[in-house]
Structure formats: structure tokens, C-alpha cells
């Protein structure tokens, strides 16, 4: 099967400026996490949805960032205005009812300059 | 809500040497246990896993994970290490939330340097 794809790979903005990212789950997986990875951390949980419903986003600074999952398949996550702190790998995973393990995708890399 | 702690933030040893990993987790009901590995400048990968049965678990390149329930841990080790061995291995734990699906956390990663 087909892996979680997510774009850009890298990507460098100035601060105060908008980024989006994009993530395409494994078919048929209803669940889709987004996780924050800073360099030397674990990935922590900003937001995760069920089909096209969040189940838990209290981790998301949702003063700056957002993310939808309009049709319960693919899902954008936005950042606006970044910070320097913002800068970090941004991963999208995706775990279906089958399965027993998520899978992720390659992940973004954001530079905030 | 459930959280995850890794007690060693670097580890540094020799081709050859063991190596061992905790990882403790807080959450008083059932569990889903990983452990992924990320290597230099590549994605997540996962190491092994437990669900059920047998708390020995193997997983792949001769890692290997117990569980032990009333300790609330899931330390991996490898008797033996190589220099490839050398990335950042994270600890992971799974709840089943009904409705809402498996929520996923992660401890904070070791990273480990084998040198030759």
C-alpha cells in the first residue's frame, strides 16, 4: 500500500509570514495525527482527527496555527504568522481500524528565519 | 491523560556493547506499546511493538522490548550494538479512545551514538 505523503519536504519562511502543509493518509485510515518535532524532542501531538473530526487539538496555539480535514481524507495544517520557535519537523501520521501501528510520513522540515 | 519518560538522553557506547533503554509510561488502563527509530536525516520507523501475550517482544535488526505491567515500563534492549545502530529511538505509548481512535504519545527520544 501506498505510504502517508506529505509536501513540502523543506520549506524556509521569515517570521511573521504563512506556511501550509499537506498530508495524504493511507486509504481508508480515519485517524491523522499532526505532531511537532523540535530538534532534540519527541514529536508532540498538535492535533489529531477522526474522519473529518477533531478529537483532540489541546496542544494545537490555535492564536496561530489550524488544520482541517474537510472530507475525512487528506488534511492541511496552516501556521499564521510563524515565530522563530515554529521551526521544527512537522509530521503527519495516519492509523487505520486494521491496523495496529501508525505510519508517518516523511515530515516537513520548517526553518523560520 | 497518559504520558511517556525516557530516562537517558544520550547514551554513548562501543561496537558490540549492550545496550538498554527505559521507557515508563503513566496510564492505568490498557496500552499499546512501540518503539520507533529514526536514523540520521530519515522518517520514523517502528522498531517493535506490543499489544498482548508474551511481554518478550522481538522486533527487527535483533532489538527486543519487555513489558512489565506493574512497573508501567517497556525498555528495549540489543545485546550486541553495531556503529548502524547510531539514531534516536523513541518510546511510544497507544490508548484506544472509543470514537475518537488511538491517541498516540511519544517520550522525549534517547540518542544513542555507537562509535566503531
Known amino acids: 500500500e501506498a505510504g502517508v505523503a506529505q509536501s513540502p519536504r523543506y520549506k524556509i519562511i521569515e517570521k511573521r509570514q504563512s506556511v501550509a502543509f499537506w498530508c495524504n493518509p493511507i486509504s481508508g485510515h480515519a485517524t491523522l495525527y499532526w505532531y511537532q518535532q523540535i530538534l532534540g524532542q519527541g514529536p508532540k501531538l498538535l492535533i489529531q482527527f477522526q474522519n473529518n473530526g477533531v478529537v483532540d487539538d489541546s496542544q494545537l496555539p490555535k492564536d496561530r496555527f489550524s488544520a482541517e480535514r474537510l472530507k475525512g481524507v487528506d488534511s492541511t495544517l496552516k501556521i499564521q504568522p510563524a515565530k522563530l520557535e515554529d521551526s521544527a519537523v512537522y509530521l503527519c501520521?495516519?492509523?487505520?481500524?486494521?491496523?495496529?501501528?501508525?505510519?508517518f510520513g516523511q515530515g516537513t522540515r520548517l526553518t523560520v528565519v | 491523560a497518559q504520558s511517556v519518560s525516557q530516562h537517558n538522553h544520550h547514551v554513548i557506547l562501543s561496537e558490540a556493547a549492550s545496550l538498554e533503554l527505559g521507557c515508563n509510561y503513566s496510564?492505568?488502563?490498557?496500552?499499546?506499546l512501540f518503539w520507533y527509530v529514526q536514523y540520521p536525516g530519515q522518517h520514523l520507523q517502528l522498531l517493535l511493538k506490543?499489544?498482548?501475550?508474551?511481554?518478550l517482544v522481538k522486533g527487527i535488526k535483533g532489538f527486543e522490548a519487555e513489558f512489565i505491567k506493574s512497573k508501567f515500563s517497556f525498555n528495549l534492549r540489543k545485546p550486541s550494538v553495531q556503529w548502524s545502530d547510531t539514531a534516536e529511538y523513541f518510546c511510544a505509548v497507544s490508548i484506544m479512545i472509543k470514537a475518537a481512535g488511538n491517541k498516540l504519545t511519544f517520550g522525549g527520544g534517547t540518542r544513542v551514538l555507537v562509535k566503531p
Open positions: 496510564y492505568g488502563g490498557t496500552v499499546n
Open positions: 506490543y499489544f498482548s501475550g508474551d511481554p
Open positions: 501520521a495516519s492509523f487505520g481500524i486494521m491496523n495496529t501501528e501508525a505510519f
